[in-house]
């Protein structure tokens, strides 16, 4: 199973937010979509970085509640990690693993076209594991 299959399944649509804009506006962006994450994007549709909860729970922490009024680009994860359609689940569950993160943005000759959560990989492979648990139910129930 790759990251093509996992978008099928998901949907393309993925949220994002200008650097420029707010702590505030993010926050009030997670909130209304009931999401983790923002791909922080240019016009073009790049990703320039990444802003999760747990980077706007660390600058309240450490900056106090006034960050809220500061650019994203002062908080934003700006290192990116991403994926291709073709990656696989196994793949990017390693690497999500590996780097600690729970979101990579999808991209196809550069460009934003899916992301996907650490919850889209577990559900992926929880149903991956199901339908071979039934196949072999199957196989040894036919004998």
Partial sequence: MNVTNLLG????????ID????????????????????VVAGTDQRPL???SERDVVRAIAVSGPGVLEDAIETVMSREVVTCTEATTVDEL?????????????????????????????????????ERARRELLDYVNAR
Avoid: F, N
């Fill in 93 to 129: 569950m390693a690497t999500m693993t590996e780097r600690r993160i729970r979101h990579v943005p999808v991209l196809a000759q550069g460009r934003l076209v899916g992301l996907v959560s650490i919850g889209d990989v577990v559900k992926a492979r929880v149903t991956e594991l």
């Fill in 19 to 38: 650097r420029s804009r707010s702590l505030r506006d993010a926050v009030a962006l997670l909130r209304e979509r009931g999401i983790g994450a923002l």
């Fill in 9 to 16: 399944v998901k949907g393309r649509e993925v949220a994002t």
């Fill in 49 to 51: 970085g990444m802003l």
